[in-house]
């Protein structure tokens, strides 16, 4: 069996193609059981094992399989899933196999391969990405020790080392941007669209700046009501942007939709009803939620996940230390699952000497009940029962180096008395 991760992410794609390579949270049960169906389709014998990660900055495919070449089955998986040119997407994609895919789950894990190093949002990630995969019989023993070993390097990582401790979030930077654009952002209204974890981090941060407003718009006003009754806002829903969008100075979206909710036209006419007073946008969705030909013009200020990406990055000199001792704790545990790996390989040939051993031994046992039936002497059952029990597992080794030659015999014959020593 074959561990492999397949994918894209932030550090070797742009938003431009991530978009087209996500998953929408949907999907995602359905995209790992059309996984598992496509190595099957190539192996046949039904074992493979599947889940799918994508977040706004990254897509990637977790496996275990017995295919011949599981990477390149994975990668084209990719393509096909989401009907794109593989020529053009292979560049961007990264085949990491056995320990390698094993050491990438527990960077991802652990915070270190994230656009905000050692942020902890991904780590729920993994976890809603593995329950999804499980649901859809996507796991087996080893994905599912994958991604358990997984959560404990991660809590490892971060309650010994300080690798969060200077990082600069991604709401922290939205709100670091408009005040390039805003001098007081306490004099701004200010939009949030959508209602997950990351537009909760962003309202958090936002209101601690005392906006003039706050508004969370979303497809389902109660849910937008509750968030917005946290920060003293109010909600609107997601049909009334159209009407709407020009009151607002900041906007920040994140939603799942797989379209655009905010076009060009859409703010042309925004900005014209504004007079042209100037529009700070944030879209951090994956797919986009905003038209990337809104970034034209010349009063909307439009940010993607990625230009905040290079804001966060500032202070890195400061995370050094904490980075090289996350990666030697991840390079240990790295270690001691692929000894796991190494002995999960070997069980099959244990479990087959097991049932070799017990058939020799009910043939023999066998025998010496028929001898003591016919009232044979016990010292002499005992007797026959041992040297048939020692010929018939000996058989076999004494062959295997009568049938050798050369450097193969020379092998057996230094290997044989170490399987065969035991214990006395």
């Known amino acids: 069996m074959q561990l492999l991760a397949v994918g894209l992410n932030h550090h070797t794609a742009p938003v431009s193609l991530r978009e087209q390579l996500a998953f929408a949270p949907e999907q995602l049960g359905q995209a790992v059981v059309a996984a598992r169906s496509w190595f099957e389709r190539i192996d046949h014998r039904g074992s493979d094992e599947a889940a799918i990660l994508s977040t706004c900055n990254r897509t990637e495919l977790y ?17 096909d899933f989401h009907k794109l040119n593989y020529a053009e997407l ?5 085949l990491l196999p056995q320990h390698d895919a094993v050491r990438h789950t527990f960077r991802v894990a652990s915070g270190l391969d994230s656009m905000v190093l050692g942020e902890t949002q991904i780590l729920g990630q993994i976890k809603d990405a593995i329950r999804t995969a499980d649901e859809a019989g996507g796991l087996g023993t080893y994905l599912h020790q994958l991604f358990q070993r997984s959560f404990s390097v991660a809590k490892e990582v971060r ?6 401790a200077h990082s600069v979030s991604m709401a922290a930077a939205a709100v ?10 306490s004099e701004q209204n200010v ?13 958090t941060h936002f209101a601690a700046q005392n906006p003039k407003t706050i508004t969370i718009a979303n497809r389902t006003l109660e849910r937008g009501e509750l968030l917005a009754h946290r920060y003293g806002g109010r909600a609107i829903r997601l ?29 042309e006419r925004a900005i014209k009803a504004r007079r042209h007073k100037p ?13 990337p030909e809104v970034s034209r013009l010349n009063d909307a200020f439009l940010y993607t996940v990625d230009d905040l990406g290079k804001v966060v990055q500032t202070g890195m000199e400061n995370r050094q230390a904490a980075v090289a001792q996350a990666e ?14 190494d002995d999960r390989a070997v069980v099959p040939v244990i479990q087959s000497l097991h049932e070799n051993g017990e058939a020799l031994r009910q043939i023999e046992l066998e025998r010496a009940r028929k001898m003591l039936a016919k009232g044979e002497d016990i010292d002499v059952v005992l007797e026959a029962l041992s040297k048939g029990l020692t010929a018939k597992f000996m058989h076999g080794p004494q062959q295997a180096l009568h049938r050798a030659q050369g450097d193969e015999r020379a092998h057996l014959a230094e290997l044989l008395p170490q399987l065969f020593r035991g214990r006395r």
Request: aromatic letters at 8%; proline letters at 5%; charged letters at 20%.
């Open 63 to 79: 496996a275990a399989s017995q295919v011949p070449d599981p990477l390149d089955a994975g990668a084209h998986f990719l393509a």
């Open 90 to 94: 292979r560049p961007h994609l990264y």
């Open 159 to 164: 309650s010994t080392t300080e690798i969060g």
């Open 176 to 185: 670091r941007l408009s005040q390039r654009i805003f001098d007081k952002i």
């Open 191 to 203: 939009l949030f669209i959508g209602a997950g974890e990351m537009i909760e981090l962003c309202a």
């Open 239 to 267: 049909a009334d942007l159209q009407d709407k969008l020009h009151q607002y100075d900041i906007v920040i979206s994140c939603t799942a939709s797989s379209l655009p909710l905010i076009g060009l036209g859409m703010v």
């Open 279 to 291: 529009m700070f946008m944030v879209d951090l969705a994956v797919p986009r939620d905003i038209e």
């Open 328 to 341: 030697a704790i991840i390079e240990t545990r790295v270690q001691s699952f692929m000894h796991w790996i």
